[in-house]
């Protein structure tokens, strides 16, 4: 039990705070993905896009920049994580939810 609360305690707080930058700063796998799921996408306005262990949806507000018109939900095991991404301004005003 003391290993799923310490690293509950991780992801709500450490690895939080080192994902901010991502947030600036998209990391090369996000640009990666984004540019795979840009290139692959089929045409069309009535999108949506499931991102499975999404933490603070960093993924999803770039995607969402790139992508205005796809609709995204992301999902996370850490409660905590997704309250603070449905709380931040660039989630919360870029429709992901």
Known sequence: MAEIVG?????NSDYVEYQKKYRRDMRE?????SALIKDNLPAGDDLTLLDI?????NLLYHLKNALPTLRMT??????GVIDGCRSAAPCSN???T
Do not use: A, E, P
Not at 29 to 33: A, E, H, L, W, Y
Not at 74 to 79: K, N
């Open 7 to 11: 690293s509950t305690q991780y992801m």
């Open 29 to 33: 796998s996000d640009r990666v993905t």
């Open 53 to 57: 262990g999404c933490h603070n949806g």
């Open 74 to 79: 992301g999902g996370d095991l850490f409660q």
């Open 94 to 96: 870029h429709g992901v």
